[in-house]
């Protein structure tokens, strides 16, 4: 059975170089090629493609994550894989949620890409055992009910403050805060303040 792919980026150079990676192979046909989220979309529903393979970022306004919500809304369409540079949980975990297939790095090695197309047409999920991993301990943390406090906590957590700032900042005891701080470790999942920071920034509670 051949596979027929819809291949966006919005560089044409790296599209081209997508496109004649699957062209390559005789069960892998190039329907359609777009730069914009808007054209994959359009294109995406127009030529019916088993697969879209699509680049995270897309420009500006829409991105991939887009492109997937709208032509996989009911849980219908085509398969989805995001192939990007960007190796972010949330990134990732916005994939997911919106129904894609699957999330790959641009630096995969060409056949893992092929692979990925074929898995994703037969109804499988392209995700590695670890990128699995970190989508379940995003999800996890992003579930955290941080309290107002706890947030306000975290923000200056992020900055850089002391315990001793963070009090002065919001007119608090140290034992208050250092209260506040085991109760987001334990939200967390985590045990130091470089983890909380890590852990909150992955599951885009902070910037």
Known sequence: MTVRVLVVDDHPIVRGGVVALLRGHADLEVVGEAGTAAEA????????????????????????VDVTTALRAGGTGPAVVILTTYDHDVDIVRA???????????????????DAVRLAAAGGTVLDAQQERRV????????????????????????????????????????????????L??????????AAVAAARAAGLID
């Open 41 to 64: 979309i359009a294109l995406g529903r127009e030529l019916a493609p088993d697969v879209v393979l699509s680049d995270l970022r897309l420009g500006t306004g829409s991105d991939g």
């Open 96 to 114: 997911v949620e919106a129904g894609a297939a699957g999330y790959l790095l641009k630096d995969a090695a060409p056949e893992a890409i092929i």
């Open 136 to 183: 379940v301990a995003t999800m996890r943390t992003r579930r955290a009910e941080l309290s107002p406090r706890e947030r306000e906590v975290l923000t200056l957590l992020v900055s850089g403050r002391s315990n001793r700032d963070i009090a002065r900042e919001l007119f608090l005891s140290e034992a208050t805060v250092k209260t506040h701080l085991i109760h």
């Open 185 to 194: 470790y334990d939200k967390l999942g985590v045990d130091s303040r470089t």
